[in-house]
């Protein structure tokens, strides 16, 4: 199994030396290890959903799996800052070799956003946050460290959107993604709102499954 693993890093470029080659390693390595834990933020928000339908709802489980979302969500914005030792002129020298590859392509990353609530009605007048009562599920409203570490796991992923865009802006400036997109100015208009930890806008029901099997609604 792990000879498998570690024989999936094969970078493209060719010709242009062994820096070259080295760093585009990097890249890859970088994107697959956030992949690989991007795994468990999913599958740890999907017991989450099923634990918030469930009456009486085991609340001190889906408070430890929140916690642990949240430390990995932290690991995850380490993997993009870590890309500041990939320099600039290695990455446009094989950035041909992506075509049309980019990290918009990841289903991990767009269900991750779609259950934290990117793109759907609030029932507010202020974007991003919602009416309340969105947390009443079966087992009754949640305490307040479910409350608070869905808050908490929410400011984490708007934390590795902010890293994520600094690390395109340095890469690509005004340039577009490699996915078409008008690349920096793209990525600030898909930001998370700043999270309101008092807000009851966050619901395990949005993170029920049937919502994370679909495409990313925003
Ligand atoms: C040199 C490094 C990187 C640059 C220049 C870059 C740039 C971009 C750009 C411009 C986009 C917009 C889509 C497009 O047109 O391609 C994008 C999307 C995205 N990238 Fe990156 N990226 C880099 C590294 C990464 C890494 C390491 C990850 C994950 C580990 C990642 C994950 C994503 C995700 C999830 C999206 C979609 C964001 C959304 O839907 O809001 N990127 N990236």
């Known amino acids: 199994m792990l000879p498998k693993l570690l ?7 060719c010709g242009q030396g062994e820096a070259v080659r080295d760093s585009e390693h990097f890249f890859i390595v970088v994107h697959q290890s956030a992949e690989l834990l991007l795994g468990q933020v999913v599958g740890d928000l999907i017991a989450v ?9 085991d609340w001190a489980e889906v408070e430890s799996r929140l ?28 950035r041909a070799q992506l075509g049309t590859a980019t990290g918009g392509q990841s289903e991990q990353f767009a269900r991750i956003f779609a259950m934290l609530g990117r793109g759907e009605p609030t029932g507010s007048s202020e974007p991003g946050r919602d009416s309340g009562g969105m947390l009443e599920g079966p087992g009754g409203p ?21 890293a994520h865009i600094a690390l395109a802006e340095r890469m690509l400036g005004d340039a577009p993604g490699t996915g078409g997109t008008a690349g920096s100015a793209w990525l600030r ?3 998370l709102p700043v ?3 008092g807000s009851r806008a ?11 099997g679909g495409a990313d609604p925003a």
Do not use: K, Y
């Open 49 to 57: 959903a099923r634990a918030g339908e469930r009456n009486p709802c």
């Open 7 to 13: 024989s999936l890093q094969q970078p493209r470029s």
């Open 202 to 212: 966050w619901s395990t029901r949005r993170a029920c499954p049937a919502h994370i």
């Open 195 to 197: 999270p309101d930890p």
């Open 142 to 162: 949640p305490p307040a460290g479910v409350t608070e570490g869905l808050a908490a796991l929410r400011q984490a992923m708007r934390r590795w959107q902010v």
């Open 67 to 94: 916690t642990r979302a949240v430390g990995i969500a932290g690991l995850l914005q380490r993997h993009i800052e870590v890309l500041e030792h990939l320099p600039r002129e290695h990455f446009h020298a094989f």
């Open 189 to 191: 208009s898909r930001l």
